[in-house]
């Protein structure tokens, strides 16, 4: 589908983009200078008796369709310790309904991050059919990818992140990768059909009963650090499985990145995608959710934010535009990379259909930029607080108009990096 130009009044006669400056906001530096020689490391603390047993075994590894720095390189490690202890290590896909809810397309979406059979020196094994290791006294089914269900065990691999839906000690983690991940489209589908008021609790239960009928040998969790990097590492036995998710969760959203400025008139995302957040654009940072019953929450650790511009797509997301429906307005590029068939089977297995829905599109970049401007209630647009970064992860350099220049002025952990200058539109009237 290819969407016309518009003829259209934007009525924004007379507004300009204002200057801008470069800012950096400062987080706490903890990255972890070598991740897979610290992997390695951390694999070298498992009991003896763990790793004795491994010989022989086929182990199963999740591998999620979220993007995380060093992603390949760790998943080679973990195949390499495993096969000189004496394993046959796999990577299964573990998704949920991403990349299309086809087995094929999941392991293509795995092999962008480079995680293929030549690279890992092991297979990589996608199907989307499942195995009900169990049923819940209230009826609620538990699923597991039927090639880690054959498996001798599995290694729960994930990065811990606070979740875009809900507030709970577990969200996204390893929980989480066992009953949606690894529990396919079939897992996915039956999480949100019980809904994101007791998504925590579920997952808790849905966990142990897994727990009990497939071998977890060990974990693996990950917290990304400000600049993109990963800041804590943790290979984590068996028995230490809840309490470590919810502490790593708890350290997540203690170093999650944020825009520090209370107040934003316009706020420009050069990029959306569904392995920068399952939302697209993280709600912990935009503030911005279509569960109303979960707004405030989301609302109390997000700036004020008037109206939100989405410019492109991921490549990686292959048109998946899921997130978009909580913008205002998207440019002319975006609304043209959208795949409807892959954004509408995310989000009706999700169940948001708002996170889907088209906002307003517009002719250009500058047309959605000065549209954003013209219509945020302001009385002068000169004065408009402007933010623009390139996506809801990357946050340490970002662009701020003149406007916000008294604010940043009252943050020391916020500097002014450059000298004010003004967008150069190409002649298309785009920033690229």
């Known amino acids: ?23 950096r906001q400062s987080f706490p530096d903890v990255d972890i ?63 949920g309904s991403h990349a299309g809810a086809s087995a094929e397309g999941q392991k293509k979406h795995l092999e962008q991050f480079g995680i293929c059979e ?53 969200e996204s983690g390893l929980l989480k990768m066992l009953c949606i991940g690894a529990g396919k489209h079939m897992g996915a589908a039956t999480f949100h059909a019980w ?26 969790g990950m917290v990304q650090s400000p600049s993109d990097n990963i800041s804590h590492l943790e290979v984590i036995p068996t028995d230490k499985f809840f309490e470590r998710d ?7 959203k203690e170093e999650m990145p944020r825009l520090k400025l209370p107040k934003i008139d316009v706020l420009i995302i050069d990029e959306v995608g569904k392995e920068i957040s399952g939302a697209g654009m ?9 569960r109303i019953n979960q707004y405030a929450g989301f609302r109390e650790i997000a700036p004020d934010i008037e109206k939100i511009v989405l410019l492109d797509i991921t490549e ?36 948001s259909f708002l996170m889907g829905a088209m906002p307003l599109y517009s002719n250009s970049d500058k047309d959605a930029i000065l549209m954003a401007v013209a219509h945020s209630f302001l009385r002068d647009t000169k004065d408009a607080k402007i933010v623009r970064i390139k996506n809801t992860l990357m946050l340490e350099e970002i662009e701020c108009s003149v406007g916000c220049l008294e604010e940043i002025a009252k943050h020391d952990d916020m500097e002014v990096i450059s000298e004010p200058y003004s967008w150069e539109f190409n002649e298309e009237d785009n920033l690229w």
């Open 1 to 23: 589908m290819q969407f016309p130009k518009l003829d259209k009044k934007s009525l924004t006669d007379g507004v300009e983009v204002p200057q801008m400056v470069k800012v």
């Open 33 to 95: 200078p070598d991740p897979p020689a610290y992997l390695k490391e951390q694999l070298g603390t498992l009991d003896a008796e763990t790793v004795a047993n491994l010989k022989g075994k086929r182990i199963g590894i999740t591998a999620g369709s979220r993007g995380l720095p060093f992603y390949k390189e760790l998943m080679k490690t973990m195949c390499d310790q495993l096969k000189e202890w004496g394993a046959e290590p796999f990577v299964f896909p573990s998704m």
């Open 118 to 170: 030549e690279y890992l020196g092991a297979p990589v094994l996608s199907t989307m059919e499942v195995v009900t290791v169990a049923t819940l006294d209230d009826g609620f089914p538990v699923y597991c990818d039927k090639f880690a269900y054959e498996a001798d065990g599995i290694i729960v691999f994930n990065k811990i992140k606070p979740h875009t839906h809900f507030k709970y000690k577990h």
């Open 195 to 220: 809904g994101y008021d007791e998504f925590g609790p579920n997952m808790e239960r849905v966990s142990k009963a897994f727990m009990e009928h497939v071998n977890i040998v060990f974990s693996v």
């Open 246 to 252: 919810a502490a790593l969760q708890a350290i997540a």
């Open 282 to 290: 993280d709600p912990n940072v935009t503030g911005r959710t279509e």
């Open 316 to 351: 990686k997301a292959h048109g998946n535009a899921t997130g978009c429906g909580v913008a205002d307005i998207i440019s002319y590029r975006f609304a043209n990379k959208m795949d409807f068939a892959s954004t509408y089977t995310n989000i009706i297995t999700a169940k």
